[in-house]
């Protein structure tokens, strides 16, 4: 069969009308009419806790960076503060050098990832690669034998896919 | 895909027009699962009322969602009866029951086209009345029987194929 007799065939049986409705059954049918439903549903707490996770995801390391140099300059204030005992102790030799890191480590390690399925408000399933971070940024400086490392865990939820039917 | 229209002042009218649009395309798939007419006419009403009731609205659900639905309430119905290994054979004997009526002078070419209908393979006539009076795209077919799309399509032109060789006299 050609393209051309496929068209003209379907279009003949398009053509083909179909038998009306039986009475009985269209009665039942009109009879069992859904109730309205309410226009506004609320909203879906699961898509603002989506959103308030994407906040924390961008919110977390740039919170991990700040209290990594509010450590920083804390440290580097240090000698300029009185010491209470007038002697120098270890820390406050320590204190007393400029502290410059010589090395800088930022690592992401993907701890675990897995996929999990949600529901939108008309029931169609939605599925969610959730996949668990470790954010560190370790500071060094091998010369005063100092390490500061920070560690941040970090949840990544990306949508993968829309499955309905 | 064609749902319908929707209309806050009338709902009765709405669902009443729906019905009237669409209940004869869903009652003539429902045939082609039911054992007998009256359970075709309770797959097609349950599945509507499920449906709908689905919907986060009033809106009505899309044809593919109730054509899979008489589906899957048609396959739990046959394993609870049993009746699954009967189907193929009485859509074939089933001839009490008109499918369609294009008026007194198409009479003969209607009642050829519904025995010719009923002597394909139970998957290709699935997949024909779905496209042809179901008016789903191969994509929604594909959902709603949950199979490949390009499987849908090859057993939509095998089954076009057997038709119109049983029916070449009456469809010239």
Request: hydrophobic share 40%.
């Amino acid at each position: 069969m050609t393209d051309r007799e496929q068209q003209e065939f379907e279009a003949a049986l398009r053509n083909t009308r179909l038998v009306k409705l039986p009475e009985e059954l269209r009665s039942r049918l009109l009879a069992a009419a859904p109730p309205k439903k309410a226009r506004s549903a609320p909203p879906w707490p699961a898509l603002a806790i989506l959103g308030w996770l994407r906040v924390l995801r961008l919110a977390l390391p740039a919170a991990a960076v700040v209290l990594i140099a509010a450590v920083v300059v804390w440290r580097n204030a240090s000698p300029s503060r009185p010491s209470p005992a007038g002697s120098k102790s270890t820390s406050g030799v320590l204190a007393a050098a400029p502290l410059k890191a010589d090395d800088v480590k930022i690592e992401h390690d993907l701890v675990s990832s897995f996929d999990t399925l949600a529901r939108l408000p008309g029931g169609e399933p939605v599925r969610f690669r959730c996949n668990q971070w470790l954010d560190e940024v370790t500071f060094s400086n091998k010369a005063q034998g100092l390490v500061l490392q920070e560690r941040t865990p970090r949840l990544e939820i990306v949508t993968v896919g829309f499955e309905t039917y | 895909m064609n749902s319908g229209s929707e209309n806050e002042d009338s709902p009765n009218s709405d669902w009443e027009a729906w019905v009237a649009s669409h209940a004869p395309r869903l009652l003539l798939y429902a045939r082609q699962h039911a054992r007998c007419e009256a359970d075709a006419h309770d797959l097609v009403q349950e599945a509507i009322v499920e449906s709908w009731g689905r919907q986060p609205d009033d809106s009505p659900p899309p044809l593919a969602l109730v054509f899979a639905t008489i589906r899957r309430r048609a396959i739990d119905l046959a394993r609870t009866e049993d009746r699954r290994s009967n189907r193929e054979s009485r859509v074939a004997e089933d001839t009490n029951h008109v499918w369609f009526d294009s008026g007194v002078e198409d009479r003969e070419r209607d009642r050829l086209l519904q025995k010719a209908m009923s002597s394909i393979l139970d998957i290709y006539r699935e997949v024909v009345i779905l496209k042809v009076w179901g008016e789903l795209t191969f994509a929604e077919i594909a959902e709603a029987l949950d199979i490949p799309a390009n499987t849908a399509a090859s057993r939509y032109r095998y089954g076009l194929e057997e038709l119109r060789k049983l029916t070449k006299e009456n469809f010239p």
